[in-house]
C-alpha cells in the first residue's frame, strides 16, 4: 500500500490513523479542510490539484471528480491494459480511500433548516471515490467508518490488508451510500409533496442485536430510524435493567402509542400488545392505581408506559409486583433508587410523551413485499360525535366514552373496552367476531360494568352486543356506525335506555 486519499467530515482519529500510515511509508493525498488540518499536525500531504492538476474550484463542489482520482482508483492491477494506460497518463494508483460524508442527515435534523442548506449538505464527490474504490475492492481498500482504523492498520503491519476484509469494507460502504441516497431521496421527495412516489427506499440503523426474536428460534435484531424523534423508542435512554427483547420493544411500542392520548396523568399496563389496563387520574400515583386495579392478573409481567415523571410514591407500589419494564418522561431521584433495587427491571427515560400532529408511516412485512400505510393519529372530540338514540349522554358521559374510544383504538380487532371512572375494567381483543369480544370483556367486568360504558373499533353487523351489553348494566356505547344494520343496534339500545354515539370513524387493528 503505497497511497492513500483521506477526505473526511468527520475527523474523529483520522489524525492518528493519517500519523501511523506515514510511518508506514504511505504517502498521503488529501482534500480542503481535511489537508490543512493534517498537515498543521505535522503530516506531510500532498494536496489535491498536485494530483489533478486542477484547482479546486466551486467552493469546492469540484475537487476530486477527475480522471487522475478516479482511473487511479479504477484501475485493474492485474491487467496490463489498465496498468499501461495510467502509466501512459502520468496517472498513479491509489490503493486507500478513507472518506465519510457531508453531514446531510444532521443537517435536516436541525430545527428549521432552509431547503438551500440541505442541499448544500448533499456530498457528490465523496460517494463518487467510495463507489469507485469500492467496485475495485480487489485492489483498493476503502474505509468510511473510523472503527475500522485500528483494524486496517493491525493488518497492514502484518502482511497486508486481506481480501476478507476488502469485501467487508467494501459491503460497508455500498450500504453506507445507499443509506445516504435514501435520506436524501426522502427529503427531496417529501419537500416535493409526493405521497406515494414508484419507487420507495428507507435506511434504518442497528440500535442492537437481539438474543432472539418472537420466539428463542428466530433471529432478530433492532434497527433505528436514523431521524426518529424524541418520545421514541430508539431515542430512549435505559436508565437500569437487562437488555430489551424482542417482544418488550414490541409491547413497549404499543404502550409508548396508547399512553400518548392522555393529556391527563395516565398509565397504561400492556401485555402482548394489548392494553390489560389503563387508568387516568389527577396525580400519575391515581393513574397508576386504576391501571394495576383495571386487571391485577394480566398486568404480572406487564409493561408499564407513564405520560408523567415517576415519584417514590408512585414507584414502591409499582415495586410491589413484578413487572418487565416502565416507561416515563422521567423518574426522580428517590423513585429511581426504589425500582433498581429490582435487578432486572427495565427502567427507560422516554422523555418528551406526545402524540405527534403529523403520521409517520408504517412498514409491515408480507411475502415478497411490504404494506406501507400512515401511522393512525386520528383522534375525535365531542363535536365528531353524532348521537343516535333517544337517550343522549350527559357530558361526563361523553368525556368516559371518549376516553374508552382512545383505548379501543388500541386493542386488536375485534375489539370492545368496558371503562369506568377513566378506568378499563374489561377488554375483548382479536376474536373472530365482536360479540365474542364483548362476552370476554363484559366477563372481566363482571359487578362493575354496571353503569360502565362500552367502546366498538368497528360498526356492529348485527344488534348482539348491544344486547349483550344491556344484559351487563352497560350505560352508553360509543361506536363508528355504518353498518346496513345499524337500525337495529338502535333500537336494541333504545329498548333498554342506553345512550348511543357514532363517531363515523373506525380504529382496525390487525
Known amino acids: ?46 494536496g489535491i490539484s498536485e494530483v489533478t492538476g486542477f484547482p479546486e474550484i466551486l467552493d469546492g463542489r469540484v475537487k476530486t471528480l477527475h480522471p487522475n482520482i478516479h482511473s487511479g482508483l479504477l484501475a485493474i492491477r492485474d491487467k496490463q491494459e489498465h496498468l499501461q494506460q495510467i502509466e501512459e497518463l502520468g496517472i498513479q494508483p491509489i490503493d486507500l480511500v478513507v472518506v465519510n460524508l457531508y453531514p446531510f442527515r444532521e443537517t435536516i435534523s436541525k430545527p428549521n433548516v432552509t431547503y438551500e442548506e440541505a442541499i448544500e449538505n448533499i456530498d457528490i464527490g465523496g460517494p463518487t471515490m467510495l463507489r469507485s474504490a469500492a467496485k475495485n475492492h480487489a485492489f483498493v481498500t476503502v474505509v468510511v467508518d473510523a472503527l475500522d482504523y485500528p483494524g486496517i492498520l493491525n493488518e497492514m503491519k502484518n502482511g497486508g ?65 436514523p431521524l426518529a424523534k424524541s418520545g421514541t423508542l430508539s431515542t430512549a435512554e435505559q436508565l437500569h435493567g437487562k437488555e430489551l427483547s424482542y417482544n418488550n420493544i414490541n409491547d413497549a411500542d404499543a404502550a409508548l402509542k396508547l399512553v400518548k392520548e392522555f393529556e391527563q396523568p395516565a398509565v397504561v399496563a400492556v401485555k402482548h400488545t394489548n392494553p390489560c389496563g389503563v387508568g387516568v387520574g389527577d396525580t400519575i400515583f391515581n ?76 412498514l409491515s412485512s408480507v411475502s415478497g413485499g411490504v404494506l406501507i400505510q400512515e401511522d393512525d393519529v386520528k383522534q375525535i372530540s365531542a363535536e365528531d360525535l353524532r348521537v343516535v338514540t333517544e337517550r343522549k ?15 379501543v383504538k388500541h386493542v ?29 370483556a363484559i366477563q372481566q367486568a363482571s359487578d362493575k360494568a354496571v353503569g360502565s360504558f362500552l367502546a366498538s373499533d ?46 363515523g370513524i373506525r380504529h382496525f387493528k390487525h
Do not use: C
Not at 419507487?199 to 428460534?217: C, I, M, S
Not at 349522554?393 to 383505548?407: I, R
Not at 356492529?460 to 343496534?489: H, L, Y
Open 412 to 440: 386488536k380487532s375485534n375489539a370492545i373496552v368496558i371503562t369506568k371512572d377513566f378506568q378499563t375494567i374489561g377488554v375483548g381483543a382479536g376474536q373472530m367476531n365482536r360479540v365474542g369480544s364483548a362476552k370476554i
Open 287 to 362: 393513574a397508576y392505581q386504576k391501571a394495576y386495579e383495571s386487571d391485577p392478573v394480566s398486568i404480572f409481567g406487564g409493561i408499564i408506559a407513564a405520560n408523567r415523571k415517576i415519584d417514590r410514591p408512585t414507584a414502591e407500589k409499582m415495586k410491589e409486583i413484578f413487572l418487565e419494564i416502565i416507561m416515563a418522561p422521567d423518574f426522580d431521584e428517590e423513585a429511581l433508587a426504589v425500582l433498581k433495587e429490582k435487578k432486572n427491571l427495565r427502567l427507560l427515560k422516554i422523555g418528551d410523551v406526545k402524540m405527534e400532529p403529523e403520521p409517520e408511516l408504517l
Open 393 to 407: 349522554p350527559t357530558k361526563e358521559e361523553v368525556e368516559q366514552l371518549l376516553f374508552a374510544w382512545k383505548v
Open 161 to 225: 490488508v486481506t481480501l476478507e476484509t476488502k469485501r467487508r469494507l467494501a459491503a460497508k460502504v455500498f450500504r453506507h451510500t445507499a443509506a445516504y441516497d435514501s435520506l436524501i431521496s426522502n427529503y427531496l421527495t417529501k419537500q416535493i409533496g409526493e405521497e406515494w412516489p414508484d419507487q420507495y427506499t428507507v435506511t434504518f440503523e442497528k440500535a442492537q442485536d437481539l438474543r432472539y426474536g418472537e420466539n428463542p428460534h428466530q433471529k432478530a435484531a433492532f434497527y433505528r430510524n
Open 1 to 46: 500500500m503505497r497511497r492513500a486519499l483521506i477526505s473526511v467530515s468527520d475527523k474523529t482519529g483520522i489524525l492518528e490513523f493519517a500519523l501511523e500510515l506515514q510511518a508506514l511509508g504511505v504517502e498521503i493525498i488529501s482534500t480542503g479542510g481535511t489537508a490543512k488540518m493534517l498537515a498543521e499536525e505535522g503530516v506531510k500531504v500532498t
Open 458 to 503: 368497528a360498526f356492529f353487523p348485527m344488534a348482539d352486543t348491544v344486547k349483550e351489553a344491556a344484559k351487563a348494566g352497560i350505560t352508553a356505547i360509543i361506536q363508528p356506525g355504518g353498518s346496513i344494520r345499524d337500525d337495529e343496534s338502535i333500537e336494541a339500545a333504545n329498548k333498554h335506555g342506553i345512550a348511543m354515539v357514532f363517531t
